[in-house]
């Protein structure tokens, strides 16, 4: 098997694509997952991410400085957050519809504001060199490694060991499995979603940073093909575990990768499909993963989509 | 869900000392509140302008020209309008259910593609209103198989509708490429890769005396049909009991999956059929530009509109005005094309926190209540 | 009248329509420019350092002609909105000259409009328009395989590994022409080159665009080149990753301070300009105008780093020889399958229409259409 290089080719640009492209599904998905944790879902964080997008690529445009960018982006993020946990707790205010609608309002605003900024260049945030120990230059391609990469790796461990171990994270999934309980427990329900939401938010935000700042590295209206939304589809895959979002947001990396990697070897009928590899994956995926009967194992009790 | 009565205490016998009959009092809470939502929205939106240095009356000022101030503009008005009619109603029956769908774009391109599939074997030998015939009904099939998958999944899987509504949409446009591009390709034009044309004899025509085609007047029918269903038929209430409470219905013994199923295939048959009005009457073949976003307006439609079938048809003519007239604010004021997103992104978010005050305003509440 | 820079199909094609092509008589002409409204329609963002910036740029010129009033619309998509954008610009701005800037927007919808208002003139960016269609209605265009054609000379010349690499939105036929010219480019002065295609299906997505920049560089290309809206991601993929590259529609020399070679661009203010000047003269516009090096529609980018003395030389020299008028194609050349096109000695002159049809890649290219 090793032998064919046109397999190696495009196995390693899966794995290449996997690191390249993960890491916006890795932050939107852990924000995600953090917001259901604490019992709403967000949809907005399409938005959120096409408006991280492009803040952090103006503020990286006028300070020279992306990690300042990068900032700005989980800012902007958050304060999309603070908006959608604010209007949720009101009365008869349907969290889902509140997010489809903060979508449609963060990519109109993105897209309002970005309009000067899809031709500069702005400063782009440097990746780190893990490749240097192989002569193969697709190799080393393919760990010149982001930082904020690394940082979602930390932040998916360090969430996996909070909400287990921590007051917070006790009192976060409390909240998202029992409104009533944590009410007794005398806890402020409203106050620890829309606290959730709005670290839900900065972490998109800071998800569509990288997109602008690193990989593809550019702002444009196109931008964005969906990722906020299927990383929300990936928090179900991952059954709310930070650790299993990483994974998840690998696999979805390396399917992005396929439809070009299979061209480049020459296999193209049908690249169509290959190249929706993506959403068709995240699809079979729910069906063989979900069921009907029970509710999922690690799903918040009072999360409105498994209800 | 405007209809039902979400209005605590109903039994109130009170109303002969109010002011008002009890029964306008109810139905006013539905008028004024939306048209507060409206009032708050455009306020919001001139702040907005207003902090970037453009008139607010300016601009509500063009939009009332561009959408609604001549004969021409209420023609772009209506013709944007017609296929949101359609999307909207996708979005609106599965609504009754509780089901949030979002990927009505996708059933809109698979119908338009479905319906210009069927017509090529026919274009040379059928008479019009049979190949226009065939091609309505593959489209309502397509779109009403593919939402109906969604609610299938649902019911039968627990997929989440909303999400997989959405995934949907990219394979169906990935669907439609593909065979646009391939198999079904018509060679005569390699510049903009399309299915063979249906012949522009054989394309719906326009209502006499405007530019808008038959389906505008289909959708309008279909919203009134759809209305009757859902609250004059056992069908329609089995859905209402469904959507309110899922495992009471089960308890008692209503057929849920059944109903998720049938619901979601009726909303994917309207998305469908306005994706055969975009071949049948404006492109006369299927190709990219079938992706037009449709859908995914008509999900604010449909939200605006509270689920509502009668109320979808104003609203889409509401918001096909503002489309209409997001050239003109471009053309005149200088402001990007995303301005009408903002604008339709706020509406959005007012309309949903208006949710809020229904029964809670005391000036709608009868006197032994308040 | 001789003051256009008539191309070598115009000619062709006017002699053997009658002259017709090129005749202003009987169209209304501009008694003067003032008082006159241009309408401009674009498919994408204005600012998208792409296909509609270097229309907007371009059409600038306009705007500096005394009496002559300019109005834009941008993110108009391929449908209906189109003719209802167009509409709105004649009925409610008074646009009499529309410029639709997008391939789909030709048919239906400017040969609709252009037979339900004849006193308005619309000029439709490609090379479209035939005797058979209104005579209020035209075509301009510039032939951009030309200058991919001195592309791939130059890129012949840089690469080591005989590999060149094309990232191309859709296979429609002027994306294939680019892609066989810069082939053919290549394969001039370096027999053994070849070109890999991979095909993202979309004008604009940009993660999938990098990907296939980043798969390219990995099976070996070491000269990238593109046919999408924005080529910005590709080229700054390719500059990234060490290697070099060719840029598209505008110029991208600033992005690649190392590896830029030269770029395909359109010249669109010639074309603009010459129309401008005829405004202001108050003549007629032709309804054909088309060409490429000879009557300077496209240019090559100022060469960068990437550029090594014999590719320049190799590519200035080319680009006289296109200038005048010797073939791109010339025999033998086969398709993709082995099918001949030309056989040897056979040649294609740069402005033969059936080059407008192109629907098959040429041997020498790897990747498939469908």
Redesign the interface.
Known sequence: MGDDPGLM?VL??MF??AI??STPFLFVSLGEMLTEKSGRIN?GLE?TLVFGAMSGYAISYHTGSPWLGVLVAGFCGSLFGA?HGF?CK?????D???G???M??????A??FG??Y??P?APRLPSISFGSWSDHP?IR?ALEINPLFLLGIALAVFLWWALRNTRFGLIIRTTGDSAPAALALGIDVNRVRLLSTMAGGFFAGIGGSF?SLY????W????S??QG??A??LV?FARWNPIYCFWAALLFGAA??L???L????V??????F??AP??L??LI??AS????RS?KGAPGELS??K | MADTT?TPGFAVETSMASDLPERFRRSAEFVVIPLLALIVSGILFSVFLALLGKSPVGFFALVWKGGFGTSFSWQNTLVRAAPLVFTALCVAIPARLGL?I?GGEGALVLGGFAAAAIAIPMIDWAPTFLLLGVMAIAGMLAGGIWIGCVGA?R??????E???S???F??A???L??FV?GALRDPSDPNKPSTRPIGSDNMIGVIPGTDVHWGLLVGVLLCGLLYLLMNRTTFGFAAQVAGGNLRAAQSQGLPVGKLMVVSCAIAGACAGLAGFFEVAAIHGKANASLVAGYGFTG??VS?LARHNPLVIIPVAIFLGGIAASGGLVQRRMDL???????????L??VI??S??F?G?LSIFQSKGEA | MSKFKLSRRTILKSSAAGLAALSSAGLPRFAQAAGLTVGIVYV??R???GWN?AHAVAAAALKDVPGVTVVEEENVPETIAVEKSMESMINLDGANLIFATSFGYYKPFVLDLAAKYPDVQFRHAAPLWTEADPKNAGSYFGYLDQAHYIDGIAAGLSTTTNKLGFVAAKPIGTVLRNINSFLLGARKVNPDATV???????W?????????A??????GCDVLTCHVD?P??VI??AES?GIKCCGHNASQA??APNGFITGAEYKWETIYKMFATDLAEGEALPNFTGGGFDVDFVRSTPYGAGATEAAIAAADAAREEVKAGQPIFVGPINKQDGTPLLAAGESLDNYEPALDQTDYLIEGV???I?
């Open positions: 080719t390693l640009a290449a694509g390249r492209v949809l938005g908006l209007l009101l009365p008869k205010v349907n889902i519809a509140i489809i609608a903060l449609l309002f963060g990519t109109g605003l897209f309002f309009k000067p899809i031709q260049s697709g391609q997109l990989y593809p590295g550019s444009t209206e196109g931008l093909s969906g939304l299927m929300v589809a179900i992005g990768a439809g070009p990697a061209q480049s070897i020459g193209s009928r049908g690249y169509h499909f190249n929706a959403y068709i995240t699809l729910m069906i979900t069921s009907p009967r999922l989509i498994t | 979400e949030v979002i999944l019911h039968y899987r627990g997929v989440n909303t999400i997989a959405l995934l949907m990219y394979i446009v990935s669907i490429n593909f591009e999900i604010l939200f990007p094309d995303a301005t009408v997103l903002v604008l339709q992104g706020l959005f978010v949903l926190v949710e809020t229904y809670r | 994408g963002p600012d998208d350092f910036q890999q295609v991979i095909f993202t299906g979309e604009s997505m940009p993660v999938r665009e990098a990907e296939a980043n798969a390219l560089v990995d099976a924005g910005k991601v700054e993929t990753r600033p992005l790897s990747g498939s469908t």
